[in-house]
């Protein structure tokens, strides 16, 4: 789950990370006043899950609360990246000497937590590693192991902290690090870490994703108003009527509307979809075993998605088997109707007797079967894809 900013620099302040003492607006009004009592210049970031809100236009600054005011407007009536903006978070403007960057996350190569530092912070990281990579400074760990202090001082002085700033700046790596492990994050991230010009370490912004699976660990969130809510960002409305049915769902960039069997075999179609020049709109993850109504509700999703053109549908009885498999088709079939043209593969568990009511099926009903093509064993599961992609460029 991934935290606003506003948030993750809640827990940042427990941890003793230092940030300016910031607040939310939900109005004009809100930044107007904020901007008043600070007397300052200040800065109004957009909250949402999403980073590179600098560049979309999402971090505004303003000298005077009459600009405060303005520049919240714009940003509560427009939305960026896509996102409609319900909350600004408010500073001070500060004035940076140099902008670092410091993070801790899993490495899924080996299994180790990886902390890093780079002198080169308020870009995108993954851009400094491919362009300077020699700037960005690791220590990797195993998971139970505890971060010795003096990491966090030779961490600190890659990034150029000296005398009593570089005891400073080493405290916040550890309290990063504390956070992290307190919290069973997946990344906590602090891009940029201003060096401001007198001298001071401040977290300009922050992000974290917390794992999902330890969320029941942490009842404190919900406490602080921190509420659970979907992994990594804000959900589309198809994704949340699939989650209402609990059906694992995600979109994804493409046109062709992924049925898969389990998940496993839904990253196996994924792939031939793209090797045979297709990009899948989904995926999508029918769980072990699912009831008729439930596929029934999946191809739902497909049919009513307008970006969808062909679907795709490969069903490798195993666990679940064939019969309710295609049950669900047909039930789906009768009450929804197909509207897009879609390819499907049935074998493994009990797929004679889904072959049997499909036919029977389309006796009794041959228009319904009108824009499907049904496959057994006979048919590889490489046929079925390039079909897909081709009957997704016909329309
Ligand atoms: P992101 O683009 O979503 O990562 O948003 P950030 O919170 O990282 O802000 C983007 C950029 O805005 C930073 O890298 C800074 O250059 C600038 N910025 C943010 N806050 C301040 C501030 O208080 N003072 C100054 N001078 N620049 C700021
Ligand atoms: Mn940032």
């Not at 004009?28 to 600098?54: C, D, H, M, N, Y």
């Not at 979309?56 to 940003?75: C, H, I, Q, S």
Request: charged share 30%; glycine share 10%; aromatic share 8%.
């Amino acid at each position: 789950m991934r935290l606003y900013e506003y948030e993750a620099k809640q827990l940042f302040s427990q941890f003793n990370i230092p940030i300016t003492s910031g607040q939310v607006a939900e109005t004009k009004e809100q930044a107007k006043a904020f901007a008043e009592k600070t007397k300052k210049p200040v800065v109004l970031k957009a909250q949402i899950l999403s980073g590179g809100r600098g560049k979309a236009g999402g971090v505004k600054f303003a000298d005077t609360p009459l600009e405060a005011g303005t520049r919240a407007e714009e940003l509560l009536t427009t939305s960026i990246k896509g996102f409609p903006v319900n909350k600004i978070l408010m500073d001070e403007k500060l004035d940076i000497e140099k902008e670092l960057y410091l993070g801790i996350t899993l490495d899924r190569v080996n299994y180790k937590i990886v902390v890093l530092a780079c002198s080169e912070g308020g870009v995108e990281i993954e851009e400094v590693a491919r362009r300077n990579p020699h700037l960005i400074k690791k220590i990797s760990l195993d998971v139970d192991q505890r971060f010795f202090p003096f990491w966090g001082m030779s961490l600190a002085r890659h990034l150029g902290a000296k005398g009593e700033n570089l005891k400073k700046l080493s405290q916040i790596v550890v309290s990063l690090f504390n956070l992290f492990k307190q919290y069973d994050a997946k990344l906590v991230e602090i891009n940029p870490l201003f060096l401001t010009k007198d001298g001071r370490y401040i977290a300009g912004d922050a992000r974290m994703s917390l794992d999902d699976d330890a969320l029941f660990r942490h009842p404190e969130l919900a406490e602080m108003g921190i509420e659970i809510r979907h992994e990594e960002g804000e959900m589309t409305e198809r994704e949340k009527l699939a989650r209402g049915w609990e059906i694992p769902y995600l979109d994804l960039d493409g046109d062709i509307g992924m049925f898969p069997g389990g998940a496993g075999f839904g990253i196996m179609g994924n792939d031939f979809i793209h090797y045979f020049g297709g990009k899948p709109a989904n995926f999508m993850d029918s769980g072990g075993g699912p009831s008729p109504e439930r596929l029934a509700r999946m191809l739902i999703l497909l049919d009513e998605n307008p970006k969808v053109k062909a679907i795709f549908g490969a069903r490798f009885g195993g666990i679940s088997r064939c019969d309710d498999f295609a049950k669900g088709v047909v039930i789906f079939l009768k009450e929804h109707g197909l509207t897009k043209p879609m390819v499907l593969r049935m074998t493994g568990n009990m797929w004679q007797e889904g072959v049997r009511i499909f036919q029977e099926s389309k006796k009794e009903h041959p228009e319904i079967f009108k824009n499907i093509e049904i496959h057994g064993i006979e048919t590889p599961i490489e046929e079925i894809a390039q079909r897909a992609v081709e009957l997704a460029k016909q329309r």
